[in-house]
Nanobody
């Protein structure tokens, strides 16, 4: 059973940066599609960025393009979300998830890490 543990969240001022980590156990992260999501209070969950087994990446919402990137360290079996120039509306719980290739859904989820952007 694959388990995911996110870390790296916390309180940051507007304009600051954070790097979120998603460490996997029970499976090799590079054999899955991986993605980061977030859910703000009272809002629906949204996908932010994804990386496929080949290492191709994509960032989805216009609100984070140019500020967020996704990467993967195969040796550490970890996926990262690099967030720069954080804004107040980036405050949310951030989740990572893995998808078995060929499936249309995400099969494994982490517990989430809180990111709060506040002055």
């Amino acid at each position: 059973q694959v388990q995911l543990v996110e870390s790296g969240g916390g309180l940051v001022q507007p304009g600051g940066s954070l790097r979120l980590s998603c460490a996997a156990s029970g499976g090799t992260v590079s054999t899955y599609g991986a993605a980061w999501f977030r859910q703000a209070l009272g809002k629906e969950r949204e996908i932010l960025a994804g990386i496929n087994p080949s290492g191709d990446t994509a960032v989805f919402p216009d609100s984070v393009k140019g500020r967020f990137t996704i990467s993967r360290d195969n040796a550490k079996n970890t996926v990262y979300l690099h967030m720069n120039n954080l804004r107040l509306d980036d405050t949310a719980i951030y989740y990572c998830a893995l998808s078995i290739p060929g499936r249309g859904d995400y099969d494994y989820w982490g517990q989430g890490t809180q990111v709060t952007v506040s002055s």
